[in-house]
Each structure stands twice: as structure tokens, then as C-alpha cells.
């Protein structure tokens, strides 16, 4: 038998039902492209930040010194540092801890700088679900002001290798 081609239509007229499903799709871009923008400022989510380059061995150096400056001890072998009223606090991803361990003031702003020492990961502070990539070789600059006391989690939402799901750092706000 003889390969045919199909009977070609695409000069027809569109009919009724895919004209209607075309007109769903084309609103529904525009409410997911007004939204983008949108929720940057409504939700509160992913704040903007002031990128800054930084070699990585420099920002483990810079975190090595923050963490020996103010530490108030240990907990599963991640140090515990309470830095005063307004510092600079450093924060840095490494697989597969987030260190150190922060206790912060209620109320008080704190100029944080959030980065990677090796390769990429997610921060995502829990509960309340703001998120940024930390990528090695930029330094996440953000004015962060606790506005309630409580332990909170920050989970690593990039995978990063076998003990990516291990990655849990903490924040304690203090009153
Ligand atoms: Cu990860």
C-alpha cells in the first residue's frame, strides 16, 4: 500500500471549542505574567537583594571570622553565633549545612550576607517561605528585621547532592 499523506486542514476556520480554549489560555499567560511582577511586591516572598561579587574562599574567610567574633557555642558540631545589635551577619551555604546557626534580636535589622562556598543552593527560610538561589560568587546582600521571636528553618531547595535533604540550618529570634 502506498504511503498517502493526511488530508491537510489548517486553512479551515478554527471552530467554536478551540477558539474558546485559546481565548482560556491567552487570559490565563496574562494573569501569570501580571503576576510575576506582581507578587514580588504583594507577597513578600523573594525580596529583592543587592547582588555583590565575592571569590568564595574570600566569604568563607569573612564567615570563619564573623563565626570566631561572636560565638555563643555549639549544636551538632555547627557553631551558634549571636551577633550584636545591627552587624553584618554571614551566612553561608556548604554542603549540606547552613552555618552557623543564628540567634537574632526581635526588632532589631540586621544587614545580612547570604552565600555559597562550593556550588549552588536554595535558601528557604520556613515558615514563612522566602526563597533566593545562592549561587557561589555572589554575595546576597538583604536588610532583614525579625518581627517575631520563634525558632526558624532554613531548608536548601536547590538539590545539591546525595545529602542535599539533610540541609536544615536554623534561626532562633529572641525577644
Ligand atoms: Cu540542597
Known amino acids: 500500500m502506498p504511503i498517502t499523506s493526511p488530508e491537510t486542514y489548517w486553512w479551515k476556520p478554527a471552530d467554536k471549542e478551540e477558539k474558546i480554549w485559546i481565548s482560556v489560555a491567552i487570559v490565563w499567560c496574562l494573569i501569570l ?4 511582577p506582581l507578587w514580588h511586591f504583594v507577597g ?3 525580596p529583592s537583594v543587592e547582588p555583590m ?6 566569604f568563607d574567610k569573612v564567615t ?15 557553631p ?10 554571614y551566612l553561608k551555604g556548604q554542603m549540606w549545612n547552613w552555618i552557623p546557626i543564628l540567634e537574632l534580636k526581635k526588632g532589631v535589622n540586621y544587614k545580612f550576607h547570604i552565600s555559597s562556598v562550593d556550588l549552588m543552593h536554595g535558601f528557604s527560610l520556613q515558615p514563612m517561605n522566602m526563597n533566593f538561589q545562592i549561587v557561589p560568587g555572589h554575595d546576597n546582600i538583604l536588610n532583614l528585621t525579625p518581627t517575631a521571636s520563634g ?3 532554613i531548608i536548601c531547595n536547590e538539590f545539591c547532592g546525595v545529602g542535599h535533604h539533610t540541609m536544615v540550618g536554623k534561626i532562633v529570634v529572641k525577644d
Not at 72 to 78: F, L, Q, T, Y
Not at 81 to 89: I, L
Open 53 to 58: 561579587k565575592i571569590r568564595p574562599d574570600d
Open 151 to 153: 525558632t526558624y528553618h
Open 80 to 89: 551558634v553565633v549571636k551577633p550584636p545589635d545591627g552587624a553584618d551577619v
Open 64 to 78: 570563619g571570622a564573623f563565626i570566631e567574633k561572636y560565638k555563643i557555642g555549639e549544636e551538632s558540631g555547627i
Open 44 to 46: 513578600g516572598q523573594n
Open 33 to 36: 505574567f501580571t503576576m510575576m
